[in-house]
C-alpha cells in the first residue's frame, strides 16, 4: 500500500475511512461529525477485535476500528488492528483510504508509533503475486492517508513519512525474496537482486563466484555447494557514509532451498526450505533500508549462498572440511549446513575488524521448539549488545528472546577426528549451533539471531499475512539508529 502521512485527508475522494477507537474514548472526529454521532449513539465500545461500519457519503464509508484500552495498546494490537483494515479495503475493492489514528502505543509516543503504524499500513496489503497470472486474483493498488495522533505536526510528519517508507521498502526486498521459489531465487538470483538494490541505493555490492570463493578458501561455502548444479555466490555490500563513526557488519546465511542433502527431510513442508535464504534477504533489505535513510552508520554486509542438495557429488556425513579460517568440521549431519556456510561468513566479517556483527539465519528447527514464531533465538557473546538488541526489538514489535552460549554445551560438538561436529544432536540444538558459530567470530561484540520461527509465517496470522515476514529488518535499523543517536 502506498501510505502518506497527513493531516489534512481529501475526505470527499475517500472510499472508506477508518477510525481506530480506544475503549471508552468518544469517536469525535471532525471530518465526519454526523456519522460519528450516529456511531456515538450505537453502542459501539471500542474493545480490541471489535469494529463498527457504516455507510456514509463523503467519505462513502467509515468503519471504526476497536483496538481496545489506550493505556495497554501495544505494537502487536496496533499491527493487528492494520492488518485487519487492509484485509477489509482490499476485501471491499477500497482504492482510497484513510486512517485516523488518535492514539499513540504509550511506550512510543506519537512519533514512534506513527512510523510504525506507517510502516505496518505499508505492508499489510502485501501478496506476492509474481506467478499470480489470473488478473482477477491480482490485488489493485490501494492509497491510504494516515493522520496521526495531534502531536504530530507536519514537519515531522513529512520526515516520518520518508522513514517509515524506507523500512517498508527493506522489508519488502526480503519478503519478495522469501517468498520466491527456490527455482527462482538461487544463489545467482540472490547476487543479482543485491546489485540492483545496491545500485538503487547508491551503495557498493560485490558478487564472488566459484573461482573466487575457492580462492578465499571458503571450504564450509563449497562443501554444501557439492551438492548442487547451482553456482555458490559470496556477496558483500558496503553502505559507508563519510560521517560514519561505527561500523557493524551484518551477516546472513543464505541457503535458496534445504534439501537437507544426504542426510534428507522428510517430504512434508519441505517446500518452506525455500525460505532457508531469509537472513541473507533480511541483511539485503536492511542495508538498503540504513542507504534509503541516510543513516550515519557503516554498515557491511557478508552473505553467503547456495541450495543443499543431495547428488552424486554432494558432501556426506564423515566428510571432514577445511574452512577459511584453518578450523576443521566433521560432518556428521549434511542437514546442518547453515552453520557450514556461515563459518567462512562470519570469519571473513570479523576480519573487517567491525564493532559489531550480528548474524541472521533459519538456522534450527530447535530454536522453533523453544521459542514458536512469535520470537527470535538471540545469541550474544556480549551483554551489552544483546540487550540493546531486545530493547530494539520492543520498540518495533520483533520479539528476541536470549538463550544461552555456554561452553559447557561444547562437548557435544566435540569430533574425534576434527576441531569440531557440525552438530550436537537434537537437545539443545540452537545453543550447540550457536556455539558451533562463536567459533569462527573474532569479535567482542557479536550477536547470532535465530529466525527459523520469525522468518515466516507458516499461516496467516491477525497480524500478517503467510509466507516471508521481513524479520530482522526493524530490529536491526531501531538498532543502528540507536548507535548514530550514541
Ligand atoms: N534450515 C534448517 C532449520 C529450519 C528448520 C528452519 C525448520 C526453519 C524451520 C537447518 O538447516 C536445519 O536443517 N537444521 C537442523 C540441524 C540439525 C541437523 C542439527 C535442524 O534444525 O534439524
Ligand atoms: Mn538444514
Ligand atoms: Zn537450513
Not at 543479482?192 to 564450509?220: L, P
Not at 557493524?248 to 535464504?277: H, N, Q, R, W
Not at 549488545?385 to 561452553?407: F, M, S
Not at 549451533?433 to 567482542?444: D, I, M, Q, R, S
Request: charged share 25%; glycine share 8%.
Amino acid at each position: 500500500m502506498d501510505v502518506t502521512i497527513t493531516r489534512e485527508p481529501k475526505v470527499a475522494k475517500a472510499d472508506h475511512l477508518f477510525v481506530l477507537i480506544a475503549e471508552g474514548a468518544r469517536p469525535d472526529v471532525a471530518v465526519a461529525a454526523k456519522s460519528m454521532q450516529a456511531i456515538a449513539a450505537s453502542g459501539f465500545a471500542g474493545r480490541a477485535d471489535e469494529s463498527l461500519s457504516t455507510v456514509a457519503g463523503e467519505p462513502k464509508k467509515i468503519t471504526l476500528i476497536g483496538i481496545g484500552k489506550a493505556e495497554s495498546l501495544t505494537i502487536r494490537g496496533l499491527r493487528t488492528a492494520i492488518y485487519s483494515i487492509a484485509k477489509m479495503a482490499k476485501k471491499q475493492r477500497d482504492r482510497n483510504i484513510i486512517v485516523v489514528m488518535p492514539v499513540a502505543v504509550p511506550k512510543l509516543g506519537a512519533e514512534e508509533t506513527t512510523r510504525v503504524a506507517a510502516e505496518a499500513l505499508a505492508a499489510a496489503d502485501y501478496k506476492y503475486d509474481v506467478y499470480i497470472t489470473k488478473t482477477d486474483d491480482k490485488p489493485l493498488p490501494i492509497h491510504a492517508a494516515l493522520v496521526p495522533p495531534d502531536a504530530v505536526d507536519a514537519k515531522r510528519a513529512k520526515q516520518l513519512d520518508d522513514e517509515a517508507k524506507a523500512i517498508a521498502a527493506g522489508v519488502r526486498t526480503v519478503r519478495d525474496l522469501g517468498n520466491g521459489p527456490g527455482n527462482l531465487v538461487t544463489p545467482t538470483f540472490l547476487g543479482q537482486r543485491a546489485e540492483e538494490v545496491a545500485k538503487g541505493a547508491g551503495i557498493k555490492c560485490t558478487v564472488y563466484g566459484r573461482r573466487e570463493i575457492e580462492k578465499m578458501k571458503m571450504g564450509g561455502l563449497l562443501a554444501v555447494n557439492r551438492g548442487s548444479i547451482e553456482e555458490p555466490r559470496f556477496i558483500v555490500l558496503e553502505y559507508a557514509p563519510r560521517k560514519a563513526k561505527k561500523h557493524v557488519a551484518l551477516v546472513g546465511k543464505g541457503i535458496t532451498f534445504d534439501s537437507g542433502g544426504i542426510s534428507i527431510k522428510p517430504a512434508e513442508k519441505m517446500e518452506e526450505m525455500k525460505f532457508d535464504m531469509c537472513g541473507a534477504a533480511a541483511v539485503i533489505g536492511t542495508i538498503q533500508a540504513a542507504a534509503m535513510l541516510a543513516l550515519p552508520v557503516r554498515v557491511t554486509g557478508v552473505i553467503a549462498s547456495t541450495d543443499n542438495l543431495p547428488s552424486g557429488s554432494a558432501y556426506k556425513p564423515g566428510d571432514i572440511i577445511t574452512t577459511s579460517s584453518g578450523k576443521t568440521v566433521e560432518v556428521v549431519n549434511t542437514d546442518a549446513e547453515g552453520r557450514m556456510i556461515l563459518s567462512d561468513a562470519l570469519h571473513y566479517a570479523s576480519e573487517l575488524k567491525p564493532d559489531h556483527i550480528i548474524d541472521y539465519a533459519t538456522l534450527t528447527g530447535a530454536c522453533v521448539v523453544a521459542l514458536g514464531s512469535e520470537a527470535a533465538g538471540l545469541f550474544s557473546n556480549n551483554d551489552e549488545l544483546a540487550q540493546k538488541l531486545i530493547e530494539c526489538g520492543e520498540r518495533v514489535g520483533e520479539r528476541l528472546w536470549r538463550l544461552p552460549e555456554w561452553d559447557d554445551y561444547k562437548e557435544l560438538i566435540r569430533s574425534e577426528w576434527a576441531d569440531m561436529k557440525n552438530s550436537g544432536g537434537r537437545w539443545g540444538g540452537a545453543i550447540t549451533a550457536a556455539l558451533f558459530l562463536k567459533e569462527f567470530v573474532n569479535c567482542p561484540s557479536w550477536a547470532h539471531l535465530d529466525i527459523a520461527g520469525t522468518a515466516y509465517a507458516e499461516h496467516e496470522t491477525a497480524r500478517e499475512a503467510r509466507g516471508a515476514t521481513g524479520a530482522g529488518v526493524r530490529v536491526t535499523i531501531a538498532f543502528l539508529e540507536s548507535l548514530s543517536h550514541s
